[in-house]
């Protein structure tokens, strides 16, 4: 669920992150719903806007033999679960009306073949209609917002951002049984490891006297509340910010699930009056080698070599930045500061990131992203990915395997493919890339 990739995404889910998984070829791993994994690199998922999925409108008919497996699973789980400390009769109680889910393993399996460009994903993240949605849901609940800004030094407006996103502040937080999703992905799913720690996670808050067992919905892959919970990141960061003896995330009263959302990102270090990032116009020049999240400079030190606000003026000194380019040369360039990185552990994809960065900006008054970005452009699918890799290795610029995630060594070998053909070395895998790989190739 929650993770994400460098520049859009490519297959996760909800949020709230914890890190486990295996990482991929490439040094990234498939972004998985709520866990905080290392960033992908290239198109996203539209996982915060897509979300809740509607699953319950067309839930197909299992099988016997998925019925049959899934029973047959949970009685060997049941004893896992309770050496692990859950109580018999939570647990009898919890699996009680538990049923297999196939639309669950359907979405599961095919996250990764859904792309967006970060424009297009960035078009819905700040419509107008999110804005003005925002800026009503800032106004109705505004004494909790501005006590939890208090509290926990997290500005009300990312906190906003992140409900708009993550549920349309409340209004889609996912009617889906989180037993029944869990223990289908537990049994039947890519991820039965992650997917039973989730399960045992949400057995646990069931145990806690926090909600009742199928009063406990949200999202497809295990993904609760106004924000979008996974249970091991509730069990660590949740807050009871009402007093109420419960940390309640599921009811229409967003209070506790914004303060956990706000405790979660002051957990990772969140810097209160540093922006995540901010539009910046790059010199005639630039070295596209430097629009990398491994070179930091202070803004005045990038002032000196002529990025800019896109007024001309310098960036405060926040703190130190990198420079980052979404969509390449051809797109918005931005300097990221450390709070980039906090919003990050909600959610690895970078178009994510810069979503809810920016949705945040409007909600507090700020103006639309300044530059075009490369509207003719489209995203690659997975097949092409892995056809760009294949091919840049052919080519002598190696990026140890093909797996259709663009990490950094994929990065590093577009750009010397880049440097050797007299393009500007951004990085950036684009479909004019690859078509000139493929011209080369022929």
Do not use: C
Not at 195 to 215: C, H, M, N, T, W
Not at 303 to 316: H, I, L, N, P, S
């Amino acid at each position: 669920m929650s993770t994400f990739l460098r520049g859009l995404f490519l297959a996760s889910l909800p949020v709230m992150l914890l890190a486990q998984e295996a990482t991929a070829q490439d040094g990234q791993g498939d972004p998985v719903p709520m866990v905080d994994a290392t960033p992908p690199t290239v198109t996203p998922d539209l996982r915060p806007l897509a979300r809740p999925d509607g699953l319950g409108e067309r839930r197909a008919t299992p099988t016997q033999g998925q019925s049959r497996a899934l029973e047959e699973w949970i009685r060997s789980f049941r004893g896992r679960a309770l050496t692990q400390g859950i109580a018999s009769t939570v647990f009898d109680a919890a699996f009680a009306d538990v049923r297999y889910l196939p639309e669950v393993i359907e979405r599961d399996r095919n996250q990764s073949e859904f792309t967006s460009t970060i424009w297009q994903y960035l078009d819905r993240a700040a419509s107008e209609t999110r804005i003005e949605n925002g800026r009503a849901a800032l106004a109705a609940h505004a004494r909790i917002l501005d006590a939890i800004e208090a509290r926990y030094g997290v500005e009300k407006e990312v906190v906003a951002a992140i409900w708009g996103l993550e549920s349309a502040f409340g209004a889609r937080r996912g009617e889906i049984d989180i037993i029944s999703a869990l223990a289908t992905l537990a049994q039947d799913g890519r991820r039965g490891a992650f997917f039973e720690a989730q399960l045992v996670g949400a057995l646990k808050i069931l145990q806690s006297g926090d909600v009742a067992p199928r009063q406990m919905t949200g999202s497809w892959a295990g993904a609760m509340g106004h924000t979008q919970f996974i249970p091991t990141s509730y069990i660590a960061y949740a807050v009871d910010f009402t007093g109420d003896g419960k940390r309640d995330i599921w009811s229409d009263n967003p209070a506790d699930a914004l303060a956990s959302t706000a405790a979660y990102l002051s957990n990772f270090g969140w810097i209160t009056g540093q922006p995540w990032g901010v539009e910046v116009r790059l010199p005639e020049g630039f070295d596209y080698s430097q629009a990398s999240r491994q070179t930091r400079k202070m803004p005045s030190a990038w002032a000196e070599q002529g990025v800019t606000m896109r007024d001309g003026t310098a960036v405060d000194d926040y703190g130190e930045a990198s420079i980052l380019l979404p969509a390449g040369a051809a797109g918005a360039a931005f300097m990221i500061f450390r709070n980039f990185e906090v919003i990050e552990r909600y959610n690895t994809a970078d178009a994510y990131v810069i979503g809810v960065g920016h949705l945040a900006d409007r909600l507090a008054g700020g103006g639309p992203i300044e530059a075009d970005w490369p509207r003719d452009d489209r995203a690659l699918s997975f097949d092409e990915r892995v056809e760009l890799q294949r091919l840049l290795t052919e080519a002598g610029y190696d990026t140890r395997g093909a797996d259709g995630v663009i990490g950094p060594l994929t990065v590093a070998a577009i750009r010397n493919f880049q440097r050797a053909s007299g393009a500007v070395p951004d990085g950036y895998a684009s479909l004019r890339l690859l078509d000139a790989l493929r011209s080369g190739a022929s």
